[in-house]
Structure formats: structure tokens, C-alpha cells
């Protein structure tokens, strides 16, 4: 004890100078927001190359797994190719698809997962991606399973995405088949199940019910998996359904990705200010 006592005598006067410099640091990048886009530019790209390490060495161990998810998504993208017209995959890049229910036009890149988390009530997830690979803010997520999160920063290299299992999160999704849409919510319990609010009380509802996108938002193409039903109940505040759903995709287990863009998104945005300028003219 009498050595540490001696050594903060010693070198009282450093202490005090890396802890005044520290101070001025910190309210120089929390009041100055090019500071502080450049700090949150630099910490994005460490912790991404750090994560990035990481994930190889747990990617090379769920080899087996991966391949198995990997084969079940050509599967996939083999019948989607064949819905679209497209014969020969081998000349035909598929980057691109139309959605048929509102005509917007998407773009897939594809990421690997290097950091996420699910014991927290606001998780994220890390790619490693970024803004030269065609990433921007507010693109959406997903897996060959389904839906998992927004992006809320790009990078340079990386980007950082809002996980759906994040109580702040909002996600416009419907009822396949009845086509009745809500908004899909985590109440921050447990990291298999969501919540599918705002669905009136009269709707049918059944177990084992597909939930999906309803393609009401520039974020998402419709019909992309999310869950499914496995009960519901009447809440007694609003008078509508909560039901509870069975996410597909396992969010302990991410490793591949792909980030989904709205091509249309400018425009989409620049038409939707307009109600703003409306009600400023009148």
C-alpha cells in the first residue's frame, strides 16, 4: 500500500495532466460533431477489424453448419431464378429483384456477420461492410432465414445495424396469407420470440401462421420471412392482438448476410417530404 502511495506522489503532477487531457478530450468530441463523426469513424473501424478476427476463427469452427445454410439458399435463389425467367445463373448476375406488389427494386450485397449480441435489451450486429461496398444508413438486413436488423452507421469497411432484437426497433410486417399488416416489436425477453402488435382483435389468427414484410416500407422488399405464430392473446389496454413469434432465424448462430438497399429509396423519401412542404404552404 505505502508503494502505490509513493508511486502516486512520485507522479501526481502526470496523473493529473493525463486526466485533465482526458476530460478535454471527451467534451471536445461530445460538443464538436465533426469530432465526433470522426471519433465514431475510427472506433467503428478498430472494433470492426478486431471483430473481424474473431469472427474467422468462429466461422472456421461452424464450417459444417454454414455449408448446410449455404445449400438450402441456392436452393432458394435457384427457384427465384427460375420465377423471374432467368435460365442460366451462370450468365445471369441476381442482384436485383422486383417487387410485385409495389414495383421497388432492390439490391443484395453480401456481408459477413463479426460481432452481435442478444443478452441486451438494445443489441446490435457489426458487418463488414461499408459505405465502398454500396452500404448506407437505413439499409435493411437479412439472412436466407429471414429479417435481422436495420443499418444505423456505415462506415468506411464496416457498418453497424440496429439487431431486431432491440426494444427500439420497429418493423412493418403482416399476416401471410390474410395480408392484415402490424408492427413487429421486442419486448427484450427472450432472444427466439417477437411480438406482432396493432392487429385488430376480429382477425383470424392460427398457430403456425407466417409472419413476413408487407413491403409497405423502402427498407424491406415484401415477403421476406420473419417468423411464425405460436399464440396470441388480447391486449387489454389497446383492444388488439399481441401475438407472440417464433423468429426463424437464430440469432446466436449469424455468420452470413446480406444487406438489402432500396434502389428507389431517394426518391421514395423525396416524395414523402412533400407532405411537409404541404402543410408548411398551407
Known sequence: MQYILNAIRKNGVFIIFVFLEFIALFLVF??????????????TSFTGFTNNKIAAVTNFVNLPSTNKDLQEENAMLRERLVHLGIKDARTKKFTKVDSLGYQQTYSFIPAEVINNSIIKTQNYITIDKGRKDGVEK????????????????????YSRAISLLNKDIRVNARIKG?????????????????????????????????????????????????????????????????????????FGNLSHAYVVTNL??????????????INNVQ
Open 30 to 43: 461530445r460538443k464538436n460533431i465533426y469530432h465526433e463523426t470522426i471519433l465514431a469513424e475510427a472506433s
Open 138 to 157: 437505413g439499409d435493411g438486413i437479412i439472412t436466407n432465414k429471414g429479417v435481422i436488423g436495420i443499418i444505423t452507421f456505415a462506415g468506411q469497411k
Open 178 to 250: 390474410n395480408e392484415y399488416f402490424g408492427t413487429l416489436i421486442w419486448d427484450g425477453k427472450d432472444a427466439r420470440y417477437a411480438q406482432l402488435t396493432e392487429i385488430p382483435k376480429y382477425i383470424k389468427v392460427n398457430k403456425g401462421d407466417t409472419i413476413e414484410t408487407d413491403g409497405k416500407s423502402p427498407v424491406f422488399p415484401e415477403g421476406l420471412m420473419i417468423g411464425t405464430v405460436i399464440s396470441k392473446a388480447n391486449d387489454n389496454v389497446t383492444g388488439e392482438l399481441k401475438i407472440q413469434v417464433k423468429l426463424k432465424q437464430d
Open 264 to 277: 428507389n429509396k431517394i426518391e421514395i423519401k423525396q416524395v414523402e417530404k412533400s407532405d411537409t412542404i
